[in-house]
């Protein structure tokens, strides 16, 4: 991005050397002081001009961008890494043990859908206690049956309820992907905001150290008689606002540890955070994002999953129309009408139906139809919603980095320009409220850099996560 000219514009500095000499032959002529005696004090000593601790030392800037299949490396390895703080959400967080429990009961309930293709077991025993004289009971006064019922068939509703239970599986599943990518997001915009708070703290230390070279600097200028008493009041209030500032920085930035420690490690410390390595992560272009994210998206899949579940639960009903033919094999040991009989085998074939009360089959099913297109609808709005979210998190990662180069070169200049700030303040061209606030405009833009890198780094882990999910973090 091109820079602003300062002070090198063609053609300035010969003009700024004319009109420098011209005041100065006025000045003489007058009999003011040369510029060498406008730098000294009362007593004749020489003022050098203060080098600002923090003027020319700026924020180390953020680094060129990663491949994302580079975080397999030290990006995951690093105890403090955001990239490691995610994927340890990813698998620990007690959402995601949730998410995984649901999974095991889907696949428990798929399971016992497979068992309804097998005969049932039947077992039965009873004893009666008629009087003598009772003629429907003459032989034995007790009953054991065992024996075996298969259904031969149901009108669909074992292969529906296999369906239905398919579908559940799939959207658990889906749900836990989910589950996990929206930890692994939140982690990361924790991570980021005490990535964005320490780099502020570290700035406004600078700014502290610059405020307090400036305001030894007015003290000596005031017992010198060179400078009011009010440079010094707005040089201390300024001081005074600083140390608030980075009061409520610290704050925050712990508040920022303790959601790390709560959604990823509770071991971790402010020390691994900030020995951790970090970059953005580079992204491929918009279009290919968006149709891996729309192809993949649990969120989305999940939806899909559930319109499946409730096609099934349609035909269940619906299976409910017709009876049931089945087969029962059972062998018979006593007999009430013959006392000590044999045991006796029997075959049976029958048929059952149980619609329900009066015509509930239908009402539930023009009840599953009316839920099956809400959910249809409700999975083209949260594509409309999925699609909006990403595109505004590119475009703002797009504005973000324009931004970050036009604060670095707006750095630049302002430390190119704080030196010769300080030369005309000690030649009188410059007032004490100039100095002041060129140290607040450098604190200012740094604040602004550790801000914007540090939605860098967070919105590229964003954007990475919602395209291609957890795969470059080992969590799929």
């Known amino acids: 991005m091109k820079r602003l000219p300062f002070t090198r514009a063609a053609g300035f500095d010969s003009a700024f050397a004319t009109a420098f000499a011209l005041v100065i032959a006025m000045g003489l002529t007058l009999g003011m002081p040369a510029p060498a005696a406008l730098a000294q004090g009362a007593s004749g000593t020489p003022m050098t001009p203060t080098v600002l601790p923090g003027m020319q030392t700026p924020l180390a800037p953020l680094g060129g961008c990663i491949q994302p299949g580079g975080l397999a490396g030290p990006g995951l390895d690093q105890a403090g890494s955001i990239d490691r703080m995610m994927r340890v959400s990813a698998e620990q967080h007690p959402s995601v043990l949730g998410r995984l429990a649901d999974r095991a009961s889907a696949d428990a309930s798929l399971e016992s859908a497979g068992w309804g293709y097998w005969p049932s077991p039947i077992l039965s025993h009873e004893r009666v206690n008629a009087g003598s004289r009772d003629p429907s009971y003459p032989g034995d006064d007790a009953i054991t049956v065992v024996g075996i019922r298969a259904s031969i068939w149901t009108g669909g509703r074992l292969d529906a309820n296999r369906d239905r239970a398919r ?116 992204l491929a272009a918009p279009e290919e994002l968006t149709r891996q994210m729309v192809e993949r998206n649990p969120r989305l899949a999940r939806l899909r999953a559930n319109l499946k579940v409730l096609a099934a639960e349609v035909d269940v009903r619906r299976a409910s129309r017709y009876p049931e033919i089945y087969a029962r094999l059972e062998r018979q040991y006593g007999n009430y009408a013959i006392a000590n009989a044999a045991a006796s085998n029997r075959a049976f074939i029958g048929a059952s139906w149980q619609p329900g009360a009066g015509l509930s089959i239908e009402s539930d099913i023009r009840s599953l139809i009316a839920r099956q297109e809400a959910s249809d609808r409700d999975l083209a709005s949260s594509r409309l919603d999925l699609l909006e979210e990403f595109n505004g998190d590119w475009l703002s990662f797009n504005a973000i980095r324009e931004r970050l180069d036009a604060i670095l070169d707006a750095l630049a200049d302002t430390r190119a ?39 860098l780094i967070v919105l590229s882990r964003k954007l990475q996560v919602r395209a291609s999910g957890l795969r470059d973090w080992g969590g799929e």
């Open 417 to 455: 320009i704080s030196s010769s700030y300080e030369r005309q303040y000690q030649a009188g061209r410059k007032s004490w409220l100039d100095v002041m606030n060129l140290v607040r405009e450098q604190l200012q833009l740094e604040l602004q850099q550790a801000d914007l890198e540090a939605n």
């Open 167 to 282: 579908a559940q599986v799939d959207a658990s599943g889906q749900a836990l992907l989910d589950q996990r990518e929206q930890i692994a997001i939140r982690t990361a915009l924790a991570w980021g905001d005490w990535w964005r708070y320490d780099r502020q703290i570290a700035a406004t230390d600078k700014s502290i150290a610059a405020h307090e070279a400036l305001q030894a600097q007015v003290d000596r200028r005031i017992e010198g008689g060179a400078a009011p008493e009010v440079d010094r009041k707005l040089t201390l209030s300024r001081l005074r606002q600083l140390i608030n500032d980075r009061a409520r920085l610290v704050s925050l930035r712990q508040s920022a540890l303790r959601a790390l420690q709560q959604l990823a490690d509770a071991s971790i410390t402010a020390a691994d955070l900030g020995r951790a390595a970090v970059s953005s992560l580079c």
